[in-house]
């Protein structure tokens, strides 16, 4: 959508029985000039017709990072400092990318909001996500800097020696960005950060929209820090242990510690409205009110880890679009995990929510 329809979208969807007349005045335009933007709205599906009703189609905004992820790897011992024979793959990632990739195969509309450069990469990152269908208005294509790129090359086992990442551009998705889709974050029916973001963006997003339903990708131990102080206006949030206890103010030494009390604990320390703690191979704790509950990892195959949290948490925002109960939810999202782990791509190619019950029948 233009400037012009974002901002006639946003005054009918606080005012919809205003006129065209009335949108013109507000808006120090001619009123033929409101009728053309409004057959736009009515031809991209926005407004449903007559009386300004609104589509509002339950969807997913996903807030975060777009990567390209290079990885190399030795075919014989590594010799350093020189040129190795191996193999080289590139693949489209980011949490937040790979969050809302996960969704769409599951069947939930998206829109994404990022940043990528006017490159290459950037290109290939755009077009795999509108294969996808998921709404890419929100990315925004930067002339001077290079999209994320995430470098890492391992040895002829696979143990990763060295790793460069190039991520300065996930800084361009500022607060002053951000205001432009103020209406798109407004009416989401489930709000997903990574915190791959600025901590002041954070802080906006989390304490302006804290009304909605916010779930929070932690990412790692140095980026959990970010929203330590806006726990209690998270609707869901899924750390590690090692996480969780950072974000509570625990000595790290507790972090082995697994008994139900003091998962509960930690949990309950949280403050978000609902909690899932990984346990790694242990599996998860679940923490929603009065609810609580420890669920094992069934037997897995395991192919390849990277991007089973992004799919466990794609997995809980699915469930409460379809509005299942927690337990089943946490089921749910653990089931796109395992799947995902058993796979070789980082978001599996063959998820679908079909796909997803099999599984949680035939194995949870």
Known sequence: MTDREHEILKIIMEEPMISQEALANRLNIQRSSVAVHISNLIKKGKILGKGYIVNQEAYAVVIGGCNMDIAGKCANPMI???????????????????????????????????????????????EELKQLKVDTEGILVHQSHRTSTYLAVSDETGDMHVAISQMGIVDEISIAYLEQFDMTIEHATCIVLDTNLKEEVLQYLISKYNHKKIFVDTVSTTKAIKVKALLDKIYFVKPNLLEANLLI????????????????????????RKVVISLGSGGVFGAFEDKALRMETPEVQIVNTTGAGDAFMAGMVYAEIKDMPFEKAVKFGMACSIHNIEQRDTVSKALTDSTISQLIEERM
Do not use: Q
């Not at 069947?107 to 006017?118: E, F, L, P, R, W």
């Not at 103010?249 to 309950?268: D, I, M």
């Open 249 to 272: 103010g625990r000595e790290a030494a507790e972090s082995g510690e697994a008994n139900l009390e003091l998962l509960h604990e930690v949990a309950e320390a949280l403050k978000a």
């Open 80 to 126: 350093l400092h020189d040129s190795n024979v191996g193999f080289v793959s590139t693949s489209t990632g980011g949490v937040g990318r790979n969050i809302a990739e996960n969704l769409a195969r599951l069947g939930v509309s998206v829109k994404m909001i990022s940043a990528v450069g006017a490159d290459e990469f950037g290109n290939v990152i755009l």
